[in-house]
């Protein structure tokens, strides 16, 4: 607030930089239950006049806070009917049981689970990779930094190519500069295939960075843990056939032309329905609502930027040096813009901020602002320490893993990022027009 005001800095946009700001910090260093910053944001944009209430509360009329509510509900409820154990343990022992086959199933298994319910596996793969490490008696040491972190990256990574949640706010954020710029289910995994490599190329990388002294056999216990779920029960064919549902729902958007974020909310009512009936209350009360409200919060930074003129003040800053760069240079300076915010905000925080000002900047270079969507989910991916990434975080805080084991993969991770970005994503994403 002591920065003095210009013709492009105006007394409204330094209100509205300071109080978000103000309420990301708090958010940041857990000052407050997130519900109570997730409302007080919105809320402070309305009472201090910098937009109208009806553009500050409309990220709850798209369907993000609705997908994101759906997905909860619904991973929470098969969950606890024992669906997400039966596919996680059936790919582990697929892939054998030794250590680096504990790593490829794991993977195997995080992009199966995505496919059937995207972007909700961190706790399931959380305390399945635990029970793991607890059951192999191996304690905080490079094998279990090896087992956990496999399973951070087998329910994160493969959201780069299978079309979720996260990504969807990134997308909602830039239909605020750029309402034509979407795609469909099909279109998100053809446009970003090359990923399905990345996936598993780190789940070798991390076999090599975290070899075991010894060997490790698991496929007793695993098989074992596999046999005491005994046959299907009626409740988990009764899930799958919801997730079969809300897939077959999100591959044919192109056909039935409703947004599939909805699919999500929709599977998630379906799942309590007379006939299949098998979510129960507890599933709903144990669902992380004050999420849902912080995310809607987020999106209201975008829609009250956009009001404000912040995204082409950005883009004014910025766009001569992104001329000079080219659109190669463009891309990558987007990824280190994100990369190095990592450091101070969150992931959605960044996707929130920085979304619509870039994807400003993406249309007067001429770019399209997709590719820019998906080198902004690239770069909030990269990370050093675990307090830049919560979903990351939730992996570390269960005890195993060093802080050096957990820095040395991530620091090898990002700079392998960047390769790939250069050497494999930009030139795919020319080959196929969409740079």
């Not at 492009?8 to 958010?27: C, E, M």
């Not at 191996?138 to 399973?151: N, P, Q, R």
């Not at 446009?191 to 990345?198: E, G, K, M």
């Not at 002294?213 to 098989?223: G, L």
Request: glycine fraction near 8%.
């Amino acid at each position: 607030m002591f920065i003095p005001t210009s013709d492009a800095f105006t007394d409204s946009i330094r209100l509205f930089l300071a109080i978000t700001l103000a309420v990301i910090l708090v958010v940041a260093f857990e000052n407050l239950p997130l519900m109570v910053p997730s409302i007080l944001l919105p809320l402070a944009y309305v009472l201090t006049k910098l937009a109208p209430s009806q553009a500050v509360y409309s990220p709850w009329s798209t369907f993000i806070p609705w997908m994101f509510m759906g997905g909860m509900i619904l991973a929470n409820v098969l969950q606890s009917i024992g669906l997400l154990k039966r596919v996680a343990y059936w790919c582990i022992i697929k892939t054998g049981g030794s250590y680096n086959g504990i790593l490829y199933g794991l993977m195997v298994a995080g992009i199966v689970l995505n496919l059937l319910l995207p972007a909700n596996m961190i706790i399931p793969l959380a305390a399945l990779t635990y029970g793991l490490c607890i059951a192999l008696n191996i304690g905080k040491s490079k094998e279990a930094a090896g087992i956990m972190l496999t399973g951070a990256m087998a329910a994160l990574l493969p959201l780069f190519f299978i079309y979720n949640p996260n990504v969807a706010i990134i997308f909602g954020m830039g239909a605020t500069v750029a309402p034509e710029a979407t795609v469909s289910w099909g279109q998100y995994l053809f446009h970003n295939i090359p990923a399905v490599f990345w996936c598993f190329f780190m789940v070798f990388v991390t076999s090599k960075v975290f070899r075991p002294e010894k060997p490790i056999d698991a496929k007793d216990y695993i098989t074992e843990e596999y046999k005491k779920l005994g046959k299907m029960t009626s409740a988990e064919k009764k899930g799958t056939f919801v997730c079969l549902a809300l897939l077959a729902f999100l591959m044919t958007g192109s056909i039935h032309k409703i947004e599939i974020g909805w699919g999500f909310a929709l599977a998630a009512c379906l799942i309590y329905f007379p006939g299949i009936g098998v979510g129960t209350e507890q599933d709903i009360k144990t669902c992380n609502f004050p999420m849902v409200f912080f995310v809607t919060a987020c999106m209201a930074i975008g829609q009250v930027a956009n009001v404000l003129g912040v995204g082409k003040l950005i883009s004014e800053a910025v766009l001569p040096i992104m001329i000079a760069s080219g659109d190669t240079g463009s891309v990558i300076l987007v990824w280190l813009l994100c990369v190095i915010a990592n450091f101070l905000l969150t992931p959605l925080a960044i996707m929130a901020s920085l979304t619509a000002p870039l994807t400003q900047v993406a249309l007067d270079l001429g770019i399209n602002p997709v590719v820019i969507y998906y080198t902004i989910f690239h770069g909030v991916d990269q990370i050093i320490l675990p307090y830049e990434y919560v979903l990351y975080l939730i992996f570390f805080t269960f005890g195993l893993i060093r802080l050096t084991d957990f820095m040395k993969i991530f620091g090898i991770k990002m700079v392998l990022n960047l390769i790939f970005l250069l050497v494999i994503l930009i030139p795919y994403w020319k080959l196929i027009g969409l740079l």
